[in-house]
């Protein structure tokens, strides 16, 4: 659904945990005809309902705002130089969709293959437009994981968007070796 031009999504399992709790106070009024049930039932269904759909409106509304000046500070990485330096800074990510989990409750989790190894990239809702398995995105996110594992970074994602083709990794690499410098000792 959108709301001013904002795409939100209610999750499956919230709609269906949504429906059985209406179908319980319907129910439970049919058997008792107290009309405390339709007096707190409704109410609380609509809560239900619009209380995540309230956040995840807010949640992207932010993430548009935000996200043209995050892209000018972000920094373009490969999956091999994630490290434990880099918790909270703000990167971009380019790659192919390996797997997609976590859609029941609108908090997907991707796993991203780049050239140099593969990545995990969460975020809070869905993204406009859905990405599935196969398809080549471009991640602007932070860096999140524990300080004493590299092996547990993943990109906490504000924006993940298809891209036709992925850039080259070769001048990227030509970049990492002109900054490495061995003195030579005689």
Not at 99 to 120: A, E, F, W
Not at 121 to 149: C, I, M, Q, W
């Amino acid at each position: 659904m959108k709301i001013k031009g904002i795409t939100v999504r209610l999750p499956p399992l919230l709609l269906a945990a949504t429906v059985f709790f209406a179908v319980m106070c319907a129910m439970t009024y049919g058997s008792t005809k107290d009309l405390i049930y339709i007096y707190i039932g409704l109410p609380l269904c609509a809560l239900l309902i619009g209380f995540p759909l309230w956040m995840s409106y807010t949640n992207e509304k932010q993430v548009l705002r935000e996200a043209p000046q995050y892209l000018q500070h972000a920094k373009l990485v490969r999956a091999r130089q994630l490290s434990s330096t880099m918790r909270g800074n703000i990167v971009v990510v380019e790659g192919k969709v390996l797997k997609v989990t976590g859609l029941m409750m609108n908090k997907p989790s991707y796993l991203i293959q780049d050239p140099t190894g593969q990545l995990v990239v969460k975020r809070f809702a869905l993204p406009d437009p859905l990405v599935g398995v196969g398809a080549n995105v471009e991640v602007l996110g932070r860096v999140f994981g524990k300080a004493t594992n590299a092996q547990s970074l993943y990109i906490n994602a504000l924006t993940i968007k298809p891209v036709s083709s992925l850039r080259d990794v070769q001048d990227e690499a030509q970049s990492d070796a002109e900054k490495i410098r061995i003195k030579k000792l005689n």
